[in-house]
């Protein structure tokens, strides 16, 4: 009930100028012709004023709702220079500048994304830009006016046309916005925005087109009444949108990329556009403004590309950084199995392609459960990490690699190594685990000992190296442990 009698309140505030507007001839008896843009200029200037009320709201974004206060000011600034200057009767061209300019900022914000920058020397080239744009439109329709400063009769048409295509314009940029936001806050700007600007396309399409149509009575009355419409209409959208809602972002990725790739784009063809209007009588000036506009952008767009370049090596770093804590057993800090089925395929390729054997160790603690049952499982950490240190330090080649497998398991690649070299480095992994001395109640000796076992093999055939290696372990360790077995060799004590 009580979202119903919102709802309501709504509808009656948008209806209450039209409303008066109709009604306050009758009671004053008399015509008011200025009536009409008195409430235009009030609605215009709360509506500015709601924007700049939201800017205290957490829930809206303060970059967006700077460009919406700003473009409304435009628009209030414009009917306050027109009632001031000419009565609101005839059409001072400074006027149409400032109606004009009340898209540029709406236009920065629907070009401005949050993948880009946010920094000061980016806001002032951003605002040297807004500021170039609207000096561009001025020397787009200074030509345009009379001796006095008034637009011309025969160049109504133009400028009606041109306000048209630019609302439009605006409307369906904040639709395809809307439709690819990706952020709750984002979603709900663009889409109260896209709302005002659909309205305000209406309202000023019927209202700029009166002229055009004098014969229809029911065209000028709509013409005055609707303009403040689509103002109250934005104020009571703050009002009611200015709470979180659920949101769900597009799963279509393209729609994202289509969104971020156009807005580049869109300033272009602003400043391409507005140069159109620039005559023959102010070349000079008007190509400077136009150089020093595109000058804007290409710096605009050189801030964002550098930008993307360097956050982009900044994620490469992070994601090597990542990459390699990824590829480490957390325990013993050597690589972990992930890093092992790698380093296999690689060192695989490179005997194949070089021809030369490859030799692999597959390494057991003895009788470890044993050890974590009766030390417990922090001292078994502890012998693991030795375990893992003093079987890295045989190895005496850079291309030599070892790893963790699993839970007491390790391994090793020795590329480029015979039978006779594995064997050697076996040898020597078994000794200096036994001479180590790690004590260990029930192992041999009383210390912690390994059982290896080590495969060989020459190209293609090196595929099977690690089951080899397996399978010679389990001959170690039921041969008596705290030895090394080749593949299909002989046993050998450690």
């Given at each position: 009930m009580?979202?119903?009698?919102?709802?309501?309140g709504?509808?009656v505030?948008?209806?209450a100028?039209?409303?008066?507007?109709?009604?306050a001839?009758?009671l004053?008896?008399?015509?008011?012709?200025?009536?009409?843009y008195?409430?235009?200029l009030?609605?215009?200037?709360?509506?500015?004023?709601?924007?700049?009320?939201?800017?205290r709201?957490p829930?809206?974004?303060r970059r967006?709702?700077v460009c919406?206060?700003?473009?409304?000011a435009?628009w209030f600034a414009?009917?306050?220079y027109?009632?001031a200057?000419?009565?609101?009767?005839e059409n001072l061209?400074?006027?149409y500048?400032?109606?004009?300019s009340?898209g540029v900022?709406?236009l920065?914000?629907a070009?401005?994304?949050r993948?880009?920058?946010?920094?000061?020397s980016?806001?002032i080239?951003d605002?040297?830009?807004?500021i170039l744009?609207?000096?561009?439109?001025?020397?787009?329709?200074r030509?345009?006016?009379d001796a006095n400063?008034?637009?011309?009769?025969?160049?109504?048409?133009w400028?009606?046309?041109?306000?048209?295509?630019e609302?439009?314009f605006?409307?369906l940029t904040?639709?395809?916005r809307s439709?690819?936001?990706t952020?709750e806050r984002?979603?709900?700007f663009?889409?109260?925005?896209?709302?005002?600007?659909g309205l305000y396309a209406?309202?000023?399409g019927?209202?700029n087109h009166?002229?055009?149509h004098p014969?229809l009575?029911?065209f000028?009355?709509?013409a005055?009444?609707?303009?403040?419409v689509?103002?109250?209409?934005?104020?009571?959208l703050?009002h009611?949108?200015?709470?979180r809602r659920?949101?769900?972002p597009?799963?279509?990725?393209?729609a994202?990329q289509?969104?971020?790739s156009l807005a580049?784009g869109?300033l272009?063809?602003a400043i391409f556009?507005?140069?159109?209007?620039?005559?023959?009588?102010?070349?000079t000036?008007g190509r400077?403004v136009?150089?020093?506009?595109?000058l804007?952008y290409?710096?605009?767009?050189t801030?964002?590309?550098f930008?993307?370049?360097?956050?982009?090596?900044?994620?490469s770093?992070a994601l090597?950084a990542?990459e390699?804590?990824?590829?480490?057993?957390?325990?013993?800090?050597?690589?972990?199995r992930?890093?092992?089925?790698?380093?296999?395929?690689?060192?695989?390729?490179?005997?194949?392609?070089e021809?030369?054997p490859?030799?692999?160790?597959?390494i057991?603690v003895d009788?470890?459960?044993?050890?974590?049952?009766?030390?417990?499982h922090p001292?078994g950490?502890?012998?693991?990490?030795a375990?893992a240190r003093?079987l890295?330090g045989?190895?005496r080649?850079?291309?030599?690699?070892?790893?963790?497998?699993?839970?007491?398991?390790?391994v090793?690649?020795?590329?480029g190594a015979?039978?006779?070299g594995?064997?050697v480095?076996a040898r020597?992994?078994?000794?200096?685990i036994?001479d180590?001395?790690?004590?260990?109640t029930?192992?041999i000796?009383?210390r912690?000992t390994v059982?290896i076992g080590?495969?060989?093999?020459?190209p293609p055939?090196?595929?099977?190296?690690v089951?080899?290696?397996?399978?010679a372990?389990?001959?170690?360790?039921?041969s008596?442990?705290n030895?090394?077995?080749?593949?299909?060799?002989?046993?050998?004590?450690?």
């Amino acid at each position: 009930m009580g979202t119903t009698r919102r709802y309501l309140g709504y509808a009656v505030a948008c209806l209450a100028l039209p409303v008066a507007q109709v009604v306050a001839p009758p009671l004053a008896g008399r015509e008011l012709p200025e009536l009409a843009y008195y409430l235009m200029l009030f609605a215009s200037g709360a509506a500015c004023l709601a924007a700049l009320a939201c800017l205290r709201v957490p829930t809206y974004e303060r970059r967006t709702m700077v460009c919406l206060a700003l473009g409304l000011a435009c628009w209030f600034a414009g009917m306050a220079y027109a009632i001031a200057r000419s009565g609101a009767e005839e059409n001072l061209i400074s006027t149409y500048v400032l109606f004009v300019s009340y898209g540029v900022p709406l236009l920065y914000a629907a070009v401005s994304t949050r993948d880009e920058p946010s920094m000061l020397s980016r806001r002032i080239v951003d605002g040297s830009l807004l500021i170039l744009l609207v000096i561009l439109c001025y020397l787009g329709v200074r030509d345009l006016r009379d001796a006095n400063g008034f637009l011309k009769n025969e160049d109504m048409v133009w400028v009606v046309v041109a306000f048209d295509v630019e609302n439009v314009f605006l409307f369906l940029t904040f639709v395809i916005r809307s439709l690819t936001a990706t952020e709750e806050r984002e979603h709900r700007f663009f889409r109260l925005t896209a709302t005002f600007l659909g309205l305000y396309a209406i309202a000023a399409g019927i209202h700029n087109h009166d002229e055009l149509h004098p014969n229809l009575p029911i065209f000028q009355q709509l013409a005055d009444v609707l303009p403040t419409v689509p103002f109250v209409a934005l104020i009571c959208l703050l009002h009611a949108q200015r709470h979180r809602r659920p949101f769900e972002p597009t799963r279509h990725r393209w729609a994202r990329q289509l969104s971020v790739s156009l807005a580049p784009g869109l300033l272009l063809a602003a400043i391409f556009a507005l140069s159109l209007g620039i005559s023959e009588t102010q070349r000079t000036f008007g190509r400077v403004v136009l150089a020093l506009a595109m000058l804007a952008y290409v710096v605009r767009v050189t801030q964002t590309q550098f930008w993307f370049a360097r956050t982009r090596d900044m994620l490469s770093e992070a994601l090597a950084a990542v990459e390699r804590v990824s590829l480490l057993d957390e325990l013993t800090g050597i690589p972990n199995r992930r890093a092992f089925d790698q380093a296999l395929a690689e060192r695989t390729k490179e005997a194949a392609r070089e021809g030369k054997p490859l030799s692999a160790l597959m390494i057991d603690v003895d009788l470890f459960k044993t050890f974590n049952d009766t030390r417990g499982h922090p001292a078994g950490d502890v012998a693991l990490s030795a375990v893992a240190r003093l079987l890295a330090g045989t190895l005496r080649r850079p291309t030599d690699f070892i790893a963790r497998y699993g839970g007491e398991e390790f391994v090793a690649l020795l590329p480029g190594a015979d039978r006779l070299g594995a064997q050697v480095v076996a040898r020597r992994m078994n000794r200096a685990i036994y001479d180590a001395q790690l004590e260990h109640t029930h192992g041999i000796d009383g210390r912690v000992t390994v059982s290896i076992g080590v495969a060989t093999g020459l190209p293609p055939d090196v595929q099977s190296l690690v089951r080899e290696a397996d399978q010679a372990l389990y001959v170690a360790k039921s041969s008596g442990r705290n030895r090394h077995v080749s593949a299909n060799e002989a046993l050998e004590p450690g």
